[in-house]
Nanobody, 127 residues
Framework: QVQLVESGGGSVQAGDSLRLSCAAS????????MGWFRQAPGMEREFVAG????????YYADSVKGRFTISRDHGKPMVYLQMNSLRPDDTAVYYC????????????????????WGQGTQVTVSS
């Protein structure tokens, strides 16, 4: 069992930046594929960014490409999402997710691809 706890959400203005953090209860997440998803009111949960255990680079939804960066710290059981140039349509609850096994070259972009989820952190961007 893996517990994930997100932090770093808040209310900001359009154009601002936020850094979300995801802390895991087990150091073995260093070998897991990790992802960030978000869900706006009345919408489906959508993929935002993912990173493999090899951390060779992240992959992103088109809507955030060039603005968001996912990273991980292999020295700590942590994953981050740096969000720049935030827009009002980025407003959502953001969730950290973990997949306990995977192929580094495969892009896991579906919610069903992940086994463990955090409780979410709210991000609100006003214009």
């Amino acid at each position: 069992q893996v517990q994930l706890v997100e932090s770093g959400g808040g209310s900001v203005q359009a154009g601002d930046s936020l850094r979300l953090s995801c802390a895991a209860s087990r150091r073995t997440i260093s070998w897991y594929t990790m992802g960030w998803f978000r869900q706006a009111p009345g919408m489906e949960r959508e993929f935002v960014a993912g990173i493999s255990w090899s951390a060779s680079g992240g992959y992103y939804a088109d809507s955030v490409k060039g603005r968001f960066t996912i990273s991980r710290d292999h020295g700590k059981p942590m994953v981050y999402l740096q969000m720049n140039s935030l827009r009002p349509d980025d407003t959502a609850v953001y969730y950290c997710a973990a997949r306990t096994w995977g192929v580094a070259a495969v892009l896991y972009m579906g919610a069903a691809d992940y086994e463990y989820w955090g409780q979410g952190t709210q991000v609100t961007v006003s214009s």
